[in-house]
């Protein structure tokens, strides 16, 4: 055997017995290449309040999403997924960090706080590890994103007709569709703005459905045959639960006919002045067509002349038709992405997430709007895919309770990048490859926002597979309990009920032990100034 011969034999078996993690000087220069091929892409489309009650596959029967759907069932979609704080930028932070709001910093969206950057986000820790990094729709953690390699975002919450985009160069309007205008720049960068040889990660973030709810012209007709059943319980008394009464979000009494319903003629000075903003930046032909189709909507309404509840029920009907309709929109463009990434070649070995940042009331307890710890608020549909690394028995539907905390560390664990201790949610990998079926045992909450639009009370709490249980404080000081099994639209509060007693003290050792897990030890004292007084109640 010659010498080059002999070397190259101790250098086959040294390669053989090495352990993983372990490299020759030559493997080590080819080692990062190979890395970015094996490594998944990542796609985190995220709207903006949009329900699980109305995505098709979650079952309750009120809208179409054929493109949810199809994501769905090519992975697999969560039951109990949980935010940590039903509002939008707070909502945010707690993605990007992977921690509370406390432990954050960013607790609401009116005390004049802005997102403090210079804290550790996925994002950033994604870069270092030599991902490509972008996100593009809204932000709204008023300021410029860090992390990211490529930004487009919208101008504050953005508007739903030709938006402003804020990118490093500065702010371009748009002409379009808000929707579509954010697939068209997600696709774009997709296409024509990454390096293909690296791993990606990329953000898509729609501003719909948020408040106002104004469709696309193309879908100003759909769902308006449509009937949709009112909530059981549309017509709640509050009974036994204080916080719930003082509220300002009922559809009937607090929605506006001019700007939430588009009845121009029937404004008033406590509107939003949403609608005039939008109408301001539509085309003269964009609002011809918009404003003919809602004026023959509105001469209608002053010939029925409907008062009371009859009055609160045709709200009720407004607000789900064009809220389902700006769905539509959404899942459309759901449907272009699925399509470019199957067709080029990216589809197998992308994770591709569909959530919202909270959930959203869709009439029950008579409520728009999110905020609170009730199921619908603090409950948003989560959907993966992963065709190369889900495992192949998973089931369709998962029942596992999941929170937004968890998804940095999941990205993170995906990605190959170690997850920093500090961060306070779990990676999801382990249930998403079939070798645990349990996240956690217990999600817990904190709002914030008080005093403020919408008198949603300052509040916190925790739930389990069965129980929750709140304390909702500042100006007032009561608690909350319910039984989700057998009263899963929480109208019977149970706390103080005798028969309960030691649910209640195991929910009160399960918040305890929540707050110190969370370094919370102490939740009612906050650091900040309070806002002004809320709004009066509407009378109309």
Request: charged share 25%; hydrophobic share 35%; net charge negative.
């Amino acid at each position: 055997m010659t010498q080059k011969e002999l070397k190259k034999m101790k250098q086959t078996l040294l390669s053989c017995v090495l352990l993983p993690g372990v490299l020759s000087a030559a493997e080590k220069k080819s080692a990062p290449a190979q890395e970015k091929q094996e490594r998944p892409n990542i796609i985190f489309i995220m709207s903006d309040d949009h329900s699980y009650q109305t995505v098709g596959c979650y079952g309750y029967g009120l809208v179409q999403t054929p493109n949810l759907d199809r994501l769905a069932r090519t992975g697999t979609f969560f039951r109990n997924n949980f935010c940590a704080n039903s509002l939008s930028g707070p909502a945010r932070a707690v993605i990007l960090t992977g921690k509370f709001s406390h432990m954050n910093g960013y607790k609401d969206n009116e005390s004049g706080a802005v997102f403090d950057q210079s804290q550790q986000t996925f994002p950033k820790l994604l870069q270092r590890a030599g991902y490509q990094t972008a996100i593009i729709g809204k932000w709204h953690l008023k300021n410029t994103p860090l992390g990211f390699d490529y930004f487009s975002i919208l101008d504050g919450q953005g508007h739903y007709y030709n938006p402003d985009f804020i990118e490093s160069d500065g702010v371009h309007k748009s002409h379009g569709y808000v929707t579509d205008l954010t697939m068209d720049k997600t696709l774009d960068w997709l296409q024509n703005k990454r390096d293909k040889k690296q791993p990606f990660y990329l953000s898509c973030h729609f501003k719909a459905p948020h408040r106002n709810w104004m469709a696309a012209l193309d879908k100003l007709e759909m769902y308006e045959e449509t009937s949709f059943p009112l909530p059981s319980n549309f017509y709640d008394d509050y009974d036994g639960r204080i916080a719930a009464r003082l509220q300002l979000m009922e559809i009937g009494r607090d929605s506006y006919l001019g700007s939430d319903y588009k009845m121009w003629g029937l404004q008033t000075k406590h509107d939003l002045p949403d609608l005039v903003e939008e109408y301001a930046r539509m085309t003269p032909e964009e609002h011809a067509k918009f404003s003919s189709f809602y004026a023959k909507i509105e001469e209608d309404l002053k010939k029925q002349n409907l008062k009371g509840h009859a009055l609160w029920e045709w709200k009720y009907q407004r607000f789900m038709r064009d809220y389902c309709k700006v769905i539509s929109s959404v899942d459309d463009n759901v449907g272009r992405l699925i399509d470019y990434l199957q067709h080029n070649g990216l589809w197998e070995n992308t994770i591709v997430i569909y959530t919202s940042d909270q959930g959203f009331m869709m009439g029950e307890h008579g409520w728009f709007d999110k905020r609170w710890i009730y199921e619908q608020t603090f409950r948003a549909p989560f959907i993966i895919s992963y065709p190369a690394g889900l495992s192949p028995s998973l089931p369709k539907e998962m029942s596992a309770m999941i929170q937004s905390i968890d998804y940095a560390p999941t990205f993170l664990d995906y990605a190959g990048v170690e997850i920093p201790s500090d961060i306070q949610g779990v990676s999801l990998r382990p249930l998403l490859e079939g070798r645990t079926d349990r996240a956690h045992d217990a999600v817990y909450y904190h709002f914030y926002e008080y005093p403020a639009f919408h008198a949603v009370k300052r509040h916190y709490g925790c739930r389990t597979d069965r129980y929750k249980i709140a304390h909702f404080y500042y100006d007032i000081d009561e608690w909350e309990l319910y039984d989700l099994q057998n009263d899963p639209m929480e109208m019977h509060n149970l706390y103080d009920n005798p028969a309960f007693s030691d649910v209640q003290n195991m929910m009160l050792d399960k918040l305890k032990e929540l707050q110190i897990r969370y370094n919370e030890p102490d939740p009612t004292k906050d650091n900040y100034t309070p806002l002004p007084p809320p709004l009066q109640k509407n009378t109309w």
